[in-house]
């Protein structure tokens, strides 16, 4: 796959953070066109403090100012992707400390993820939870293997799911199957996950990492710019920009580039474009 199987690989940033709880890392690494940031604590599932996010939040500044066409979000271990907020942490929080601080943060690095200019896929390999779940929400598509459980379990700990969930998961599969999700605490499986479109798509087994990368080809195979500004269309279509004015903006501004050039060339002769992000 030429996306995803670079000459070389650049380590372009990597934090490390130490809690009570063991150390933890975030690395960002540069393939190609292709950035993936990797959390990296699967002693713990992948549980996510207040340290991890910020750890996160610098990789995703970094991934930002990159030139970086895609990014994959990927977690180390088998067992799970994420198993959301680390409970530990945030148990010993203050009412004021919770609303302060724990949803504030989980609010403001998701809501950075989501807002990157490149797509964004989340490999979900394993639980995706609470959290975990809302990280992955975060994302523009999700690719699971074929043990992705994914849920929202906060009911059963008194509390809701705070971190983008409930916007998130209902703008993906609709509000009576958010409300299911919430309310019964359901972890659904990956084929049921898939039909509900929560995934885009379900590997084989062992075969997570051929599955994202056809879909990373696919998408790199398509002008950059083009990719990208469409992303910031759907998701102001999301929250009620008129489409009349944005796209025709849009379609302005990559009617000028270098690279809708190529397109239309490559139409009228029959050929694969070979785009330029220029």
């Given at each position: 796959m030429t996306a995803t199987t670079p000459t070389e690989e650049h380590r372009m940033n990597s934090t490390d953070v130490h809690?009570?709880?063991?150390?933890?890392?975030?690395?960002?690494?540069?393939?190609?066109?292709?950035?993936?940031?990797?959390?990296?604590?699967?002693?713990?599932?992948?549980?996510?403090?207040?340290?991890?996010?910020?750890?996160?939040?610098?990789?995703?500044?970094?991934?930002?100012h990159s030139d970086a066409q895609l990014v994959l979000l990927k977690t180390a271990g088998e067992k799970a992707f994420c198993v959301g907020a680390d409970i530990t942490q945030f148990a010993d929080f203050t009412p004021v400390q919770m609303w302060k601080r724990w949803i504030a943060e989980g609010h403001r690095v998701f809501n950075f993820l989501a807002q990157l200019r490149q797509p964004t896929i989340a490999v979900v390999d394993g639980i995706a939870v609470g959290g975990g779940l809302e990280l992955a929400l975060a994302c523009d598509l999700r690719v699971g293997g074929p043990g992705a459980r994914l849920g929202l379990p906060e009911t059963s700990l008194g509390t809701i799911p705070g971190w983008g969930g409930t916007e998130r998961l209902t703008n993906v599969i609709g509000a009576a199957?958010?409300?299911?999700?919430?309310?019964?605490?359901?972890?659904?499986?990956?084929?049921?996950a898939l039909a509900w479109g929560l995934l885009t798509a379900?590997?084989?087994?062992?075969?997570?990492?051929?599955?994202?990368?056809?879909?990373?080809?696919?998408?790199?195979?398509?002008?950059?710019?083009?990719?990208?500004?469409?992303?910031?269309?759907?998701?102001?279509?999301?929250?009620?920009?008129?489409?009349?004015?944005?796209?025709?903006?849009?379609?302005?501004?990559?009617?000028?580039?270098?690279?809708?050039?190529?397109?239309?060339?490559?139409?009228?002769?029959?050929?694969?474009?070979?785009?330029?992000?220029?």
């Open positions: 809690t009570d709880t063991g150390r933890i890392a975030v690395s960002y690494t540069h393939e190609g066109r292709v950035a993936t940031v990797l959390i990296d604590r699967p002693r713990k599932l992948n549980a996510l403090t207040l340290e991890l996010l910020d750890a996160l939040y610098t990789e995703l500044r970094a991934v930002e199957r958010a409300k299911e999700l919430i309310f019964t605490r359901r972890q659904l499986d990956a084929e049921t379900v590997a084989e087994r062992d075969g997570i990492d051929a599955a994202t990368d056809e879909l990373v080809d696919r998408i790199l195979e398509g002008s950059p710019a083009a990719v990208q500004v469409s992303k910031q269309l759907v998701d102001a279509a999301a929250v009620g920009a008129p489409s009349a004015i944005l796209e025709a903006l849009a379609s302005g501004f990559t009617a000028s580039t270098h690279d809708f050039a190529i397109g239309v060339t490559a139409f009228r002769n029959k050929t694969a474009p070979i785009f330029t992000n220029s």
